[in-house]
C-alpha cells in the first residue's frame, strides 16, 4: 500500500533544520457521489469557483488509517520539499498557457470529469470534523508564520501559492476540482495559524482520490504543524484551559507563564470561590503559578499571543487593565472571555463602545436550551455543524449552568449573537454567546479595516466536565467526551483562530493560481 507523508510545522527561523516523517496506511478510491460547490453557505446561495462540498454531501471517506509513527522534532523546521515539475507551457482545452510547478500537472480530461481529491479534516483529536478550514495544494514551499498577535487579512494568512483550493463545509468536508495529479502531491489544511502540512504519494489522473477518513486532522503538537501560539488565564468556575485537552492537544503543549516551548501558556488567575487563587494549587506541572496580571499588564506583553483566553474566576477579575486588552484586540489580538469577564467590557473603554447591555454578578438561570442564531451565514454553519456532531436535542443545544449577564440589541450593531436561552427556557432571549469584530468604529463600517475579533460567552466548560479547579493543568482536565455546549465552544474557538471577516459575509477559499 502507498504511505500518506505528514510533515511538521514551519516554527521559529531560529531554530535548526530537521525532518519530520509520519506514515498512516493510505487508500485511494474513485468516487462521484460527493456534492460540488463552495462550502460554508447557507442553502438557497450560490458557489464561488475553486470547489469544496457543500452541505449534504455524500461519499464518505475511505478506511480509517493505522496509528502514526516518527520521530519528534520538537517543534524545528522541517525541510519539506514540494515536488512537482518546472515547464513553460501546458494545454488546457486546446490552448497553450504558461505554467509552473503543478500547474503543469492539472490535466483536462474528457467526458465532463476531473482529477479530485476529497474528504474530511478533523480536530486535533481525530472526533470532530470542522467547518471553514482551508484546504489546498501549493505550488511552493509554505511561509513560517510570524509569532504572535498582528493585523493580518485572510489573503496573507495563506502561503504557497494554492493550485487549487476549498473550505470544509459544515460537515468537514472538502473537494478540489481540477487537482494536479501524480506521485507525492502536497496538500495543506489550515484555519487561522493552526496548519499542517502533507504528502499524498499519488493523485489518479481524472478520477477521485479519496483520503481515508480521519487521516487528515490539526496538529496535536508542534511536531505534527502549526500551532497558534494561545494564553489562558485559569478560573474557578470555569475551565477553558481544559476545553484544549479534550479537542486534542498534548499535555506537553502546556507551560507555566510566558517562558516554555509550548504553545498553550498558563497563568493564574484570581482566588474566587474554589479557584486558584494565592491559596490554590500551581497552575502547571513542574512549573509554579505565574499570575495573569502579569499577562495583561500591558499591550506588549499580550501581543505575543495569537489567542487569549479568559476562563471565569467565580468573581469579577482582580488588576485589570482594561485599555491594554482593548488595544490588543484592535491590533489584531483574539480574546475570548468567559462569564465573570464580563468586568473588562462594562467598564473602561469598551463600556463606551455600546456593545451589550450588561447584567452584573452571577445571574445564574440554570440548565437551560438555547436556540441557535442562524440569520447570518456562521449561524448557519454552526447549528449544521452542531447537527453533523449530534449536540443538539430537537434543534436546540443543552446547556448546563448557564448564566445571564450580556444582552445583544438590534441596535447594537457591532455585536453578532450566536446562541440565545430558548424561548422555553428561565431567561428567555437572553445572549449566551457573543462576538464583535475590532476596532468596532472601523466594523460598523461597511468597507472597515477590523483586524482583531473578541467573544464574550455565559456558557462554562468545566460545568459538564467534572474539571478540578484545585488541581495542576493539565492533570486537572477530566478525560472525557466533549459536551454539546463543549462542542459549541470548540465550534467559536476554531472561529475565533479564523481570519476575521465580517460576519455577514460567508468565508471564502484561499485564491488559488490561475
Known sequence: MAQLKLFGSREQA?????????????????????AGGRPGRPQGTSAAAGGGAGPGTTGAPGAAPTSPTGTNNNGSNPTTTLLGKASTTMVIGGTEAGCKGLQCQQRQCAG??????????????GKNPLYNVAVFVPNEAVQPFKPGASCDKCDSMYTGKAVVSALTDSSGAFRLDKAPDGANIPIVIQIGKWRRQLMIPNVAQCQETVIPDKTLTLPKNGMEGDIPNIAIATGGADTLEC?????????????????????????????????????????????????????????EELMKYDVVLLSCEGKE??????????????????VFASHFHYAWFNTGPYAMEDLATWTPESQDIGDIMGSIVTTFPKGEALKQWL???????????????????????????????????????????????????????????????????????????????NDKPQSPV??????????????ALEFMLFDLSACVIPDDVPPGPPPALK
Open 112 to 125: 465532463g470529469v476531473t482529477t479530485t481529491i476529497s474528504g474530511r479534516v478533523y480536530d486535533p483529536a
Open 474 to 487: 493539565p492533570a486537572s482536565c477530566s478525560n472525557v467526551d466533549l459536551s454539546p455546549q463543549e462542542k
Open 14 to 34: 531560529a531554530r535548526s533544520f530537521a525532518f519530520v516523517l509520519l506514515t498512516l496506511t493510505w487508500a485511494c478510491a474513485a468516487d462521484s457521489g460527493s
Open 317 to 334: 477579575t482582580e488588576g485589570m487593565n482594561q485599555q491594554a486588552l482593548h488595544d490588543y484586540a484592535a491590533a489584531g489580538g483574539r
Open 387 to 465: 447537527t453533523h456532531n449530534q449536540a443538539l436535542v430537537n434543534g436546540e443545544l443543552p446547556i448546563k449552568e448557564a448564566r445571564h449577564n450580556a444582552d445583544v440589541s438590534p441596535m447594537q450593531d457591532a455585536s453578532q449573537p450566536w446562541i440565545t436561552a430558548s424561548s422555553s427556557s428561565m431567561g428567555a432571549g437572553a445572549t449566551q454567546y457573543f462576538s464583535f469584530n475590532t476596532p468596532t468604529n472601523e466594523a460598523r463600517l461597511p468597507d472597515g479595516k477590523v483586524c482583531g475579533r473578541v467573544v464574550f460567552s455565559d456558557l462554562h466548560v468545566g460545568a459538564a466536565s
Open 243 to 299: 476545553l484544549l485537552r479534550r479537542i486534542g492537544l498534548d499535555a506537553s503543549e502546556y507551560v507555566g507563564g510566558p517562558a516554555g516551548t509550548g504553545h498553550v501558556h498558563i497563568f493564574q488567575g484570581g482566588s474566587g470561590p474554589g479557584g486558584r487563587g494565592a491559596r490554590g494549587a500551581p497552575n502547571t506541572v513542574p512549573a509554579g503559578p505565574v499570575a495573569s496580571t502579569g499577562l495583561w499588564s500591558s499591550k
